[in-house]
């Protein structure tokens, strides 16, 4: 299973971004995928995560701002990120569950300037 991250870059503060998580196989019957962030030298951040139900979950720091969506029809998992700031910037990395297996995606970074 490959997973491919895009849509990271550098935004000012206040601006948007939206991350794709694009899965090489069916993500109809995941149990969740999630998004996470890490800095360097710092421990990797849980960020947002969807159920297999389609509920999502927040750090409390991003709520409000963030939102975490899939399209079954696509295999693609997303991250709309509204109103960044210079915090938010981090490497941020996919993650998708199903009852056996997980797997991660190489990250995209996003950088927020101040």
């Known amino acids: 299973v490959q997973l491919v991250e895009s849509g990271g870059g550098l935004v000012q503060a206040g601006g948007s971004l939206r991350l794709s998580c694009a899965v090489s196989?069916?993500?109809?019957?995941?149990?969740?995928a999630a998004w996470y962030r890490q800095v360097p030298g710092k421990t990797r951040e849980w960020v947002a995560s969807?159920?297999?139900?389609?509920?999502?979950s927040y750090i409390d720091s991003v709520k409000g701002r963030f939102t975490i969506s899939r399209d079954n029809a696509k295999n693609t998992v997303y991250l709309q990120m509204n109103s960044l700031k210079p915090e938010d910037t981090a490497v941020y990395y996919c993650?998708?569950?199903?009852?056996?297996?997980?797997?991660w995606g190489q990250g995209t970074q996003v950088t927020v300037s101040s």
């Open positions: 993650k998708v569950a199903w009852t056996v297996a997980a797997y």
């Open positions: 196989r069916s993500i109809s019957r995941l149990n969740y």
């Open positions: 969807i159920s297999s139900e389609d509920r999502p």
